[in-house]
């Protein structure tokens, strides 16, 4: 049974920096894409940024393109995602899941329980 547990979220001032972790753990994900999401209130959640398992491949939604860097770390099954100026429209519940290929959507229709990321102006 996949696992993923998302850390590192918080309260943090706009144009600040916060590190968020995505620990995986129940398969094995070589060869395939990991992604952060996120959902504000009162908004569907939506795709961040995604990259392949090899860590050669990454794509961004445009509106954080410059500012949020993803990661991976395969000997720790971990993927990270660095968001730098944060601004508050980024205030959501942060999420990770398996993207399918080539696309913005995730494979698992279970969510694990996120992590806060609030930015105050």
């Known amino acids: 049974q996949v696992q993923l547990v998302e850390s590192g979220g918080g309260l943090v001032q706009a144009g600040g920096s916060l590190r968020l972790s995505c620990a995986a753990s129940g398969r094995t994900f070589s060869g395939y894409t990991m992604g952060w999401f996120r959902q504000a209130p009162g908004k569907e959640r939506e795709f961040v940024a995604r990259?392949?398992?090899?860590?050669?491949?990454?794509y961004y939604r445009d509106s954080v393109k410059g500012r949020f860097t993803i990661s991976i770390d395969n000997a720790k099954k971990t993927v990270y995602l660095q968001m730098n100026s944060l601004k508050p429209e980024d205030t959501a519940v942060y999420y990770c899941?398996?993207?399918?290929?080539?696309?913005?959507?995730?494979?698992?229709?279970?969510w694990g329980q996120g992590t806060q990321v609030t930015v105050s102006s």
């Open positions: 899941n398996v993207v399918r290929f080539g696309t913005m959507t995730s494979v698992y229709d279970s």
């Open positions: 990259i392949s398992w090899s860590g050669g491949s990454t």
